[in-house]
């Protein structure tokens, strides 16, 4: 073949097929729309006289369905552009069906394995004309074989998760040793704890296998190669696949993206950001139907890592797929040839670095005159912020769990052998507590209670000093469900040197000397259906929190916040205590936030960080600070009087004059004969129940979450027993649990028609506000005190995570050159979420309130957030406390003005009836006279004008609907915000949608005020005047009316929304603040420590490991830095009643927390 030397370089690119008559010709607009034309065979090519035009020819061999792709033939077009590059398509039929002497020729060859391609022959061809390769053949066999790629991974140095491979080959039965166990595998002697992945051998294979814990919930995610929008499934199967090869690795924990890296030669990689194909198996696609992907900024350790791989596997075009997790990245999968799809720019310098590479390898031997271009690097870009605003930087939520079924609990004081050597087993003398919380662990304790019951029914007499009933039950609720699975049971063991100091005189003579353990025996308290809708509710308000996101995202209107964390320029950790109900809440609300599907179990392991880290969230329930003892009794000392309250009762039960107290004094007046009241009408609940149960028509009753109604009674019987003692006087202490057991029954099982239930309610809720904000401490002084005792962690983890907001440098970031479409490239927020039982939320609260933040005579906004705090009566499911930092790029970075510093709240889940008596805060963002001129609406979160263009909503009068046009489902579903718009007005509507299916997309908000109404308070008259009006109170899903409950969830009560604390802080006066904090609670731990230590001095083990007083009993096996224990090591739900208790960190606290 050859080529006329008039051509010019301007005509059109070289695109050269062959036909069927055998001769040569020029690619035309024809067939650059059709390329996959049948092609015949390239004609010898003529030598010409003149060396200097000849032409250099790419040969394309591959299957026909690669090589018409878009990105191929995209590429393939400005690798013409080259004056002296001809580019050559291998016909399909001619690969399959002739020998690879027929097989046209070229100069260099680009050639690749799919399904069904040849490519035994496609070596043969290289061996018989020597082209130079692009990718290297050989090679491409050992991409095939997963065993292979992570072989040479390894030799490479490169970063890979821990891994096994389980060989089933009768040949090497040394490679074949797999021992499973409920919640890990042994593989040739290498210990996989759970979530593990397992992957086949065959790297054609993509049915690869996560498997969950138990903790979690068990059972698997099933991955495969994409159907339609499908990448994996949840199975509720646990055990490993029985029969093939397999690699077992461990599972990283990348917060739900991967990151996939396209290589073209050593020294280019583009790198794209996809949601995790094990987070939902959901694949998000764009309006025309293409799997949303962003580009992202490689670290320079990463292109190192590209480097390594495209030339350890000689594959100059390389895809392989990267891990993020825990700071590091590890390479999980090599792919071997792959494009980048609908990229403009990646085509460009495709084509140009693999026409320079041709170039520079064959113009030489051609005689052709070509010299490398040299360009200019890129300029890097740097953003600026929008207008004058000051930009989102951080958002810090704690946040309580959501609804949850009752918790219970049973004391029991054991002696006998059996169980010291069951606490002796777990490393109990260690710190002197264990949990229990494996199913394993679980079954020991069952079987001890189940041989020590059986003693006793053969010897009468025989010495069980273990109360029968207390076996009887603990037997009983540890048999409950068939099955230990789930979260939902533990049992705790404490050390007690000189036993269980006597309850009251009655019991003297049962006391007996020595040393005993306390069996704390906890059950229920698990997260509700309509637990988890709040979670998930309340999840997809936050969005509206962050900046942008203009159109639709996947179906999703106005969702900055899932663009900001597609392109890592949202750096995320959601952290959730060990408690079952705290994790699924975290999960749920991790759901909603990110738009996720399906189940929550794979959200929980890969987004849901425990932070069972030096009581970081957690606290040991059963050990009570010194404070905390004298505060419970001083408050059993006054619940005891049966006279009325008096001034002297009001000064030493609400010193600080707290309104939502003086109220509950008020309904109670003498606090014995409410008692009795409150005993007399749990009295009569029980027998109503009995009647029930006696009536034939309740036979099949069931309750709310499956509970039947001799579950109910039992309930209701334990707490009627419990709380009037034989003394006859009244357990104060389990006024927290009637008070929550009538108020889940009030809201879930209120079709039974009980008679005085709201009675109930109304007193046992007096009583409970009063008795649980003041187990926290009754003075300011003892507020503190108990308050550092438990949050102490938590503030200092609180204080790093402002402190390193503004150290963006190590983070992902999303690169600016490819970010067309997304407005701020630079733009990089950083998200914590903490998500904590009600001893967390009350202390962290007391904190800011009583810790000297601001002077409230001085200061008039805080002024009016503590008179609402103090009228604030309960701090339900669902409390959060936001803190946002903002940063105003017009001030000078040393300036104190420069980082501004907001304090939001919620009092949570409103509770039946007292939407009226609520009180009312000052709205989100109040305009105030230091930030009035900066916003231009009072309503704006900041100015979105650049990626928000239909804001007006905002500004205009909302008209809120008196009742929201509900369309119900068959199967229930979650609650969508929408807005719907007409020419007059801006009204709020609320549709259910299943929430296993994505909004119709005819429905689109037309604004984030609409999104946002549910959120947050208004702060802008219009809407303040309307929600004081008591007919016309918003009922969204946020503002729903608690009798308005929809199918498959009962009742979900609304959400309070945010109310501003304070909206004009400096960074600067909140970190002096918690430095000051921390260092006073750091002495006072101190002292506390010293204490406690003295009471092992006595025992065979008497160090305490202090560090070790919240390390989970098993710990994982591992290799390398891999947070395997950062990331998830949950269990059943702590189920303590009242405030739980914190637990002793060391005070000088080597706090170990990263920047995460």
Known sequence: MSKSSGMSNSELPRFLIGSEGGESRELDDRDMRNISGPYGEEEEEEEDEDQSERQIVVGICSMMKKSKSKPMTEILERLCKFEYITVVIFPEEVILGEPVEKWPLCDCLISFHSKGFPLDKAVSYAKLRNPLLINDLNMQYFIQDRREVYRILKEEGIDLPRYAVLNRDPDRPEECNLVESEDHVEVNGEVFHKPFVEKPVSAEDHNVYI?????????????????????????????????????????????????????????????????????????????????????????????????????????????????????????????????????????????????????????????????????????????????????????????????????????MEVRNALFFELFEKYGGYKSGKLKLKKPKQLQEVLDIARQLLAELVLHNDCEIEEKKSKLEQLKTVLEMYGHFSGINRKVQLTYLPNGQPKASSEEEDTLKEGPSLLLVLKWGGELTPAGRVQAEELGRAFRCMYPGGQGDY????????????????????IYASDEGRVQMTAAAFAKGLLALEGELTPILVQMVKSANMNGLLDSDSDSLTDCQQRVKARLHEIMQKSKDFNDDDYSKLAPTGSPSLVNSMGIIINPVRTCDQ??????????????????????????????????????????????????????????????????????????????????????????????????????????????????????KKIQLDLQ??????????????????????????????????????????????????????????????????????????????????????????????????ELHFSPGVKGCKDEENAPLGFGFRPASSENHEKQTDP??????????????????????????????????????????????????????????????????????????????????????????????????????????????????????????????????????????????????????????????????????????????????????????????????????????????????????????
């Not at 998200?831 to 800011?848: C, G, K, P, Q």
């Open 211 to 411: 498997y969950y814990p138990t903790s979690a919930g068990g059972g698997s995610q099933r991955l495969f190669r994409k159907i339609g929008s499908r990448s994996s499934v949840y199975s509720p199967e646990s055990t490993v696949r029985k029969t093939g090869s397999y690699i077992y690795e461990e599972f990283m924990p990348t917060d739900g993206t991967d990151v996939k890296v396209y290589t073209v030669g050593p020294d280019y990689a583009h790198a794209e950001a996809r949601k995790s194909p094990a987070l939902d198996g959901k694949v998000e696609r764009d309006s025309e139907g293409k799997e949303i992907r962003y580009p992202v900024m490689l670290t320079a350790m990463e292109k190192l890592v590209a480097r390594k791989v495209c030339l350890a596997f000689k594959q100059t075009v390389c895809g392989f797929d990267l891990l993020r997790a825990n700071g590091h990245s590890f390479v999980c999968d090599v792919n071997g040839f792959s494009f980048v799809k609908n990229s403009m720019k990646y085509y460009d310098d495709c084509a140009k670095v693999l026409g320079n590479m041709v170039m520079r390898e064959l113009a030489p031997q051609f005689h052709i005159p070509w010299s490398i271009p040299m360009e200019a690097e890129d300029i890097p870009i740097v953003p600026t912020t929008s207008g004058t605003m000051m930009e989102l930087r951080c958002v810090i939520a704690v946040i309580r769990h959501g609804d949850r079924t009752p918790k219970q609990k049973m004391k």
């Open 554 to 573: 996947a179906g999703f209107p106005g969702c900055g916040l899932l663009r900001l964390h597609s392109t890592y320029r949202h750096d995320l950790k």
């Open 678 to 795: 409150v005993h007399t009408l749990i009295k009569s609940l029980t027998q109503q129940i009995c009647r029930r149960l006696e009536d034939p028509k309740s036979a099949d009753l069931q309750l709310y979450h499956s509970e039947s109604l001799e579950l109910m009674l039992q309930r209701w019987s334990k707490l009627e027993r419990d709380f009037r003692m034989k003394n006859g006087r009244y357990d104060i202490s389990k006024i927290p649990d009637i008070y929550d057991c009538v108020k889940y029954d009030t809201q879930h099982n209120s079709s039974l028609a009980l008679e005085d239930t709201l009675e109930l309610f109304h007193l046992s809720k007096a009583l409970a506000d009063i008795i649980i904000p003041q187990e926290y401490g009754i003075t300011k002084a003892e507020k503190l005190d108990i308050a550092s005792a438990y949050c102490l962690p938590l503030v």
């Open 804 to 901: 390193r907001t503004h150290e963006d440098e190590a983070v992902n970031k999303l690169h600016p050159l490819y970010s067309r479409g997304v407005m701020s490239p630079g733009r990089h927020v950083r998200t914590r979420l903490y998500f904590t039982s009600e001893s967390h939320v009350h202390s962290l609260l007391n904190i800011f309130r009583y810790g000297g933040l601001l002077n409230e005579q001085k200061d008039e906004q805080w002024k009016q957030a503590m008179d609402y705090l103090s009228a604030v009566t309960e701090l339900n499911y669902m409390t959060q406390i936001v803190i946002m930092l903002y940063e105003d790029n017009n001030k000078d970075p040393s300036s104190e003005e420069r980082f501004h510093v």
């Open 939 to 1156: 309503g704006s979160l900041e100015d979105l004008s650049q990626d928000e263009p239909d804001r007006a909503a905002l500004t205009e009068p909302i008209n809120i609907q008196k009742k929201s046009p509900l369309i119900r489902n068959r199967k229930g579903g979650s609650m969508e915000a929408l807005s719907e718009s007409n020419p007059s007005s801006r009204g709020l509507a609320y549709r259910i949608f299943p929430s296993s299916s994505r909004q119709s997309p005819e429905i689109k908000p037309s604004s984030l005020g609409a999104q946002c109404a549910g959120l947050f308070s208004a702060s802008f008259p219009n809407l303040r005047d309307l929600t004081r009006a008591p007919r016309k109170k918003p009922s969204s899903l946020k503002n729903l009316s608690s009798q308005a409950g929809f199918e498959g969830y009962s009742l979900v009560p609304s959400i309070y929304p945010l109310e501003t604390l304070h909206n004009s802080l400096s960074l600067k006066q909140v970190d002096e603040f918690l430095t000051a904090l921390c260092k006073n609670g750091s002495e006072t731990q101190f002292k506390r420590l010293k204490t406690l230590s003295a009471m092992f001095e006595s025992h065979s083990q008497p160090s305490i490991d202090v560090d070790s007083m919240e390390t989970p009993v098993t710990t994982p096996v591992q290799s390398q830095p891999t947070a395997q224990s950062l990331w998830y090591t949950g269990g059943p739900p702590s189920t303590s009643s009242g405030p739980s208790s914190p637990s002793v960190a060391d005070p000088s606290s080597n706090f170990a927390f990263s920047s995460e």
